[in-house]
């Protein structure tokens, strides 16, 4: 049911081994961060809120990742990717998988994200949160 997902998956298989995927992080991890027009319309401070009691233990206070816990940067992502890829956990696309340790810890705490508006003022704190980080 994730045809993006699929296409990803096909694209890592192009990778030849773990210093593959190290270069192409390595390079990600290089490009600078860039301001991203809203394209979902949500309550920054409700969302903040939000945010913070539920995903930033984990991902961080302004979204920024947490290498120790395997938390991804949420900052610097597009809204709409976000809110996408929160909709795929909540509908168990995404955190299913036996393997996936990190993605299934995901399914829970989306679930307490109760209804769209909620996930899109949480999805427009992360993107203030990568405005105000740029700017500093």
Known sequence: MDTLGF????????LPDSNGVADVVAYIMSLPSTQTAA???GDIKKGERTYQSICGSCHGQAGKGNKLMNAPRLNGLEDWYLKGQISKFKNS???SHPKD???AQM????STLRDGQVINDVVAYILSA???D???
């Open 7 to 14: 296409q990803m998956a096909a694209m890592a298989k192009t």
């Open 101 to 103: 340790l990190y993605g």
């Open 93 to 95: 696309i995404r955190g």
């Open 107 to 110: 399914i829970p705490m989306v």
């Open 130 to 132: 990568n405005q105000l």
């Open 39 to 41: 394209a979902i319309a």
């Open 134 to 136: 740029s700017i500093q």
